[in-house]
């Protein structure tokens, strides 16, 4: 790396420390769901245009979403530092994406500040709607990733920081059964709604031991009924899907539409699916994942590769590392034990190590990233070794 750049990068994050720990902290106490975050978009568009950036709201066809963009000697290669923001319904920040938020912003302006002599150009992306609206896949079929040739971001954790870990396919399923009310003392003469639903999840439960290795299946009653004295009319559940692969997520997918169509059989209730968005799995890229280890461990911050026998979640950040060399690094923000989407965790992400981890990631990301610019083997062994992870079917779909 130029040392000048790095000098620069920490100068300037220094320089914006107290400002950033801030921005986590209004981020924190001003929680909004998926697709909602008026306010903290707005916040965070207002930070970044105060410090004399031109921000581009409504980015990639979602009103939450953002996009700001510095350019050195060209446009390419071109880095990303990707934010999240949304919360958690009933928990507020239990993911701790304000420092997602923080993170990619100190180092968007970080790495701004060295770009005046580098090739290449750096940028953030508001992406909205993670925690299951799937807002990086929206934008994805936007086009707002087109020109950008990495994505780099970090994610808080409890227990050790990590890099390379991987994540699930997921995608997350509503049915709904449409019956007919009666009177508990004649049930004959309805259609019961929650018993289809019922029926769903004993198949579904039935269907288990033939699906791929790692799926699970988990779901939820939304909507049972009125009252115990009626046949419910009306039945609402949600079910959350993940397999290892995009290609075993749909055929489980499919399994469930199975078990839906049988449950109308059965009861005679009319069902509405509703799928949302699929989530990849992810491929984290390893030499970005080493570059931005060696920068940690400059700052004093020793990473981790995962157990092999570690259980991953979702996120749409796999859709992105299916289209580009992409990290979605961990550090920890609390003890091990501690689980994400808790209120736990929500506390633990307003912690003086949260604040420590805003900074620190904010650092290392922009490291990072003046790495791919100004290193042209790194560039080549990570789009070597995406050109070897990502299936050839999702290239053929691309």
């Known amino acids: 790396m130029n040392y000048y750049a790095?000098?620069?990068?920490?100068?300037?994050?220094?320089?914006?420390?107290?400002?950033?720990?801030?921005?986590?902290?209004?981020?924190?106490?001003?929680?909004?769901?998926?697709?909602?975050?008026k306010k903290t978009a707005k916040l965070l568009c207002s930070f970044l245009e105060e410090r004399g950036f031109k921000v581009i709201s409504g980015y990639g066809g979602l009103d939450t979403a953002f996009y700001a963009e510095v350019r050195g000697k060209t446009e390419h290669p071109k880095a990303a530092f990707l934010a999240e923001y949304d919360a958690l319904k009933g928990v507020g920040h239990g993911c701790g994406h304000n420092i997602i938020a923080?993170?990619?912003?100190?180092?968007?302006?970080?790495?701004?500040?060295?770009?005046?002599?580098?090739?290449?150009?750096?940028?953030?992306?508001?992406?909205?709607?993670?925690?299951g609206g799937g807002g990086k896949v929206i934008m994805l079929e936007n086009g707002a990733f087109d020109a950008v040739d990495f994505a780099l971001m970090i994610h808080?954790?409890?227990?050790?920081?990590?890099?390379?870990?991987?994540?699930?396919?997921?995608?997350?399923?509503?049915?709904?059964?449409?019956?007919?009310?009666?009177?508990?003392?004649?049930?004959?003469?309805?259609?019961?709604?929650?018993?289809?639903?019922?029926?769903?999840?004993?198949?579904?439960?039935?269907?288990?031991?033939?699906?791929?290795?790692?799926?699970?299946?988990?779901?939820i009653i939304t909507h049972g009924g009125e009252a115990a004295n009626i046949i419910p009319g009306y039945s609402c559940g949600e079910f959350s899907v993940r397999a290892h692969t995009l290609h075993d997520l749909k055929n489980i997918v499919e399994t469930?539409?199975?078990?839906?169509?049988?449950?109308?059989?059965?009861?005679?209730?009319?069902?509405?699916?509703?799928?949302?968005?699929?989530?990849?799995?992810?491929?984290?890229?390893?030499?970005?994942?080493?570059?931005?280890?060696?920068?940690?461990?400059?700052?004093?911050?020793?990473?981790?590769?995962?157990?092999?026998?570690?259980?991953?979640?979702?996120?749409?950040?796999?859709?992105?590392?299916?289209?580009?060399?992409?990290?979605?690094?961990?550090?920890?923000?609390?003890p091990a034990g501690?689980?994400?989407?808790?209120?736990?965790?929500a506390e633990a992400a307003l912690s003086p190590r949260a604040d420590q981890v805003c900074i620190l990631g904010a650092k290392g990301l922009a490291m990072t990233a003046m790495d791919v610019l100004t290193d042209a083997k790194l560039r080549r062994e990570a789009l070597e070794s995406h050109e070897k992870q990502v299936p050839d079917i999702y290239k053929h779909e691309s």
Do not use: W
Not at 27 to 35: T, V, Y
Not at 112 to 128: F, K, L, N, R, Y
């Open 6 to 37: 790095k000098d620069s990068i920490l100068n300037t994050i220094n320089y914006n420390e107290r400002a950033l720990v801030e921005l986590s902290h209004q981020i924190h106490a001003c929680p909004e769901l998926a697709f909602q975050e």
């Open 102 to 131: 923080t993170c990619a912003v100190g180092a968007f302006i970080g790495a701004a500040a060295a770009m005046a002599e580098q090739d290449g150009s750096v940028c953030i992306i508001g992406t909205p709607a993670e925690e």
């Open 156 to 219: 808080p954790t409890a227990g050790k920081s990590l890099i390379g870990r991987g994540g699930r396919a997921a995608v997350g399923v509503t049915v709904s059964f449409h019956g007919r009310n009666a009177h508990s003392s004649d049930p004959s003469k309805g259609i019961n709604a929650l018993n289809a639903l019922l029926n769903l999840f004993a198949a579904i439960d039935m269907m288990r031991p033939s699906m791929p290795l790692g799926a699970n299946v988990n779901g």
């Open 256 to 334: 469930i539409k199975q078990c839906v169509e049988s449950s109308e059989k059965l009861t005679g209730a009319k069902a509405e699916i509703e799928i949302g968005r699929y989530y990849g799995e992810r491929y984290p890229s390893r030499p970005l994942g080493e570059a931005f280890k060696a920068n940690m461990a400059l700052l004093g911050e020793k990473m981790f590769y995962p157990e092999p026998n570690m259980q991953y979640g979702s996120s749409d950040i796999g859709n992105v590392s299916i289209k580009m060399p992409a990290i979605h690094e961990y550090l920890s923000i609390a």
């Open 338 to 345: 501690i689980n994400a989407h808790s209120a736990d965790f």
